[in-house]
């Protein structure tokens, strides 16, 4: 369910954003994780409420969020 409300959600924000299948992949891409992956995340959490399932979704979401921090190396 989530993933085919983030593609409906890509498919109503891309032609706001003037982004067409003519632009560069890397382009549409870089959009892509600036817009739909936070829209996909909010979207996951607010269905797993409306399930009853937000403490698993949340932690879903964070150890998802965790693979984008900067790893600290150990001194």
């Known amino acids: 369910v989530t993933g085919f409300s983030a593609l409906y959600a890509r498919k109503l924000i891309f032609p706001l954003l003037g982004i067409s299948d003519a632009d560069p992949f890397w382009y549409r891409m870089l959009i892509w994780l600036v817009t739909i992956f936070p829209i996909y995340n909010i979207l996951l959490l607010a269905y797993g409420a409306l399930f009853g399932q937000w ?13 984008f921090r900067r790893s600290e190396k150990p001194s």
């Open 55 to 67: 403490s698993f979704f949340w932690g879903f979401v964070k150890k998802t969020m965790g693979r």
